[in-house]
Structures are given as structure tokens and as C-alpha cells.
């Protein structure tokens, strides 16, 4: 048994001979999120299409069409975006809902 282990080893290591093989990386699309805004019965349709104008970069007709949409349905999508960029855009809609003093609600969920 010991001279088959030696022979292995000894073929293993070879002749210092080997082959390298490059495998390219595989890159994975980031997942996506929803923002999502909820309508309440306190905050100012205006605040609401402000809001989309500003921090979602909407023109006045689209904002004016997702603000109706939350209002008649009880939420909207306001855009799709990476995770980061997503929580980075509820945290400055809760921010300024809150500083100007408005209950509205905005979250995110995976696309």
C-alpha cells in the first residue's frame, strides 16, 4: 500500500507542470425595490406631488398622476430602484413628511 501512495503522491506533484485555468467572475444584477407611497387622510395632495417632484425627480403630470393614484387605491409605487438608493429615498420622504410636519407613509419591498 505504501509504494501506491508514493506513486500518487509522485504523479500529484508531477513533472511541476500544471494547468491554470481562469474562470471569469460572475456578476449578479442587484435586486430591486419598490417605493411605495400610502396614502392618509392628513397630508396635503400638494405636499404629496411636491414631494415626488423633489425627491423622485417626477415631471407634474406623472406626480399629479401617482399622487391620485395613492389617494383613490391606498398606496403607489413611486419608483424601482437599488436597495440603497431605495432606503435612502424613504428615509428623506419620512424626513421631510415629519419636519413639515405630516403623517405620510413611504416603504420599500423587493421587485
Not at 61 to 81: F, K, P, S, W
Not at 82 to 87: F, L, N, Q, S, V
Not at 92 to 98: A, D, G, K, N, T
Request: with cysteine; proline share 4%; net charge negative.
Amino acid at each position: 500500500m505504501s509504494d501506491e501512495f508514493e506513486k500518487d503522491q509522485d504523479r500529484d506533484r508531477g513533472n511541476g507542470v500544471g494547468v491554470v485555468s481562469k474562470t471569469a467572475p460572475k456578476t449578479k444584477r442587484p435586486s430591486l425595490y419598490k417605493v411605495l407611497l400610502l396614502n392618509d387622510d392628513y397630508t396635503p395632495q400638494e405636499f404629496v406631488v411636491w414631494l415626488l417632484q423633489s425627491i423622485f425627480k417626477k415631471e407634474s403630470e406623472d406626480a399629479l398622476r401617482i399622487m391620485m393614484h395613492v389617494h383613490q387605491t391606498g398606496i403607489g409605487m413611486c419608483g424601482v430602484y437599488t436597495y440603497e438608493i431605495a432606503e435612502t429615498k424613504v428615509a428623506q420622504v419620512m424626513e421631510l413628511s415629519r419636519r413639515n410636519q405630516h403623517p405620510l407613509q413611504c416603504s420599500m419591498e423587493r421587485e
